[in-house]
Structures are given as C-alpha cells and as structure tokens.
C-alpha cells in the first residue's frame, strides 16, 4: 500500500509568485510527477494548501487533484484561512479534517492550528478519544512539528507536543506521524514510532542555509509505503 505526503503547497490566487517562486508552477510539477507514479492509493496533505488564503487556491487544488483522481485528504496549515478552508467553500474532491482507513490502517487528520498565529496546538483529548476507537495501526497527520527540528527550523512547533507524545507513546497503536511546516524533509524513528516531515512543494528550506534561505532544487513530497507495520518513507524531488 502507497500514499503520498504532501505539505505546505502555499498556492496564491492566480499563481502570484512569493519570496521569488511559483509556487502554482510548482504545484503543477507535483502533481505530473505524481502522476507518474503507478498504484498510489491515497493522498494525505499537512496543510498550508494556500498561502494567501483565497478562495482561487482551494478551487484550484480541488480541481487539480478531481482530474488526478487519488483519493486525498487535507488538514490546515497556519497559512490556511480557516473560514474559507471550513465553510466558505465546499471541495468537490478532497476532504478535510477526516478519519478515514486505508488497508489495515486507520489515518487521523488533525487540525493544528491556532488562528493568528504560527505555532500551533492540538486537541489532545478528541486525538486521545480517537486513538481509543480503533484497533487498527494508525497515523496521525498534523501540521505543525510533534519534535524538535534541526537547526534554525526549530521554531513554531506544537506547543503541547509533550502532551501530544505522551499519547502515542502511551497508547502503541500510533505507527507513524507525517507533519508539515518545516519546509524539509525529515524522518526519525522515536520510541518505535517513524515521524516524517515533507519537503514543501511551494519553496523548502534547509537547517544548514541561513534563516529562511530558499533551498531551491529541494522541494518535494514523501512516498510512504505501507507494508502490514513496516513503514518506508522516500523523498521525492520535483
């Protein structure tokens, strides 16, 4: 079984380019590599879908990925407007905020953000309360990062992380957290349990180039294999 782990498209209405990049062109990029890719069973997106907030960005996404096909699924990013992202528009294709399973998996969508803010918080006791109700192996996709990143990316984290990890770690049904916001790919094993950050689509950065610092050439998305526990996650470049 295979899925995609994208983050951080940060579209702009009609493709206005930010900090020196397309990010529609990049975005258009993805989604041909993806494209390419034989038997991907699902698409999982940790927020930062648009950049602006525009209603132009979440109809352009919901129509690119209508045309590809794979089932996706979306959680918001701190960029995302909220209101737009909820309620002032209805995707036609991909879904928000779902729990939903896949094979032998149990995969929960989580909404990290803090409006107004670019550090995030969940809400542990609905993930604890979810958790609880499967007896499944289960991922967790959020946005902001559960551990500590490298380098200057170390910053905007989830704040009650510790509450959070104290969770999963208790609970061991928690296999995998794929998360966003780093604008670089990670992927650590802690406590048996593999979480990995997506390179972003939009514009990536890297811990060893200085403090926001494009690192062009490293955007990307993560393919994650599933095979019964084991768990495999490949960068991407586009």
């Not at 529609?24 to 602006?52: W, Y």
């Not at 803010?117 to 902001?144: C, N, Y």
Request: charged share 20%; hydrophobic share 40%; with cysteine.
């Amino acid at each position: 079984m295979r899925l995609i782990h994208l983050s951080d498209i940060h579209l702009t209405a009609n493709g206005h380019p930010i900090w020196g990049v397309e990010p529609l062109v990049q975005f258009n990029k993805a989604i041909e590599k993806i494209s390419s890719i034989n038997e991907i069973d699902a698409i999982v997106i940790s927020g930062d879908l648009s950049d602006d907030g525009s209603l132009w960005t979440y109809e352009y996404i919901d129509k690119t990925f209508a045309k590809l096909g794979v089932p996706t699924y979306c959680c918001p990013g701190n960029h995302d407007n909220l209101n737009v992202f909820y309620q002032g528009f209805q995707p036609s294709f991909y879904l928000r905020d779902e729990v939903f399973k896949l094979g032998e998996w149990t995969f929960i969508m989580l909404n990290s953000v803090m409006p107004g803010m670019s550090r995030g918080h969940v809400d542990v006791k609905r993930l604890s309360d979810t958790i609880q109700s499967s007896d499944e192996p289960i991922a967790v996709v959020v946005h902001h990062p559960p551990i500590e990143q490298d380098g200057w990316l170390n910053r905007k984290l989830m704040e009650n992380r510790d509450e959070f990890n104290n969770i999963i770690i208790q609970d061991h049904r928690v296999e995998l957290v794929l998360y966003g916001h780093s604008h670089c790919y990670t992927n650590k094993s802690i406590n048996g349990i593999i979480y990995s950050s997506a390179s972003s689509i939009g514009f990536a950065f890297h811990p060893n180039l200085s403090k926001f610092e494009i690192a062009h050439g490293n955007e990307g998305f993560s393919l994650v294999t599933l095979n019964g526990l084991d768990v495999e996650v490949e960068n991407v470049l586009i």
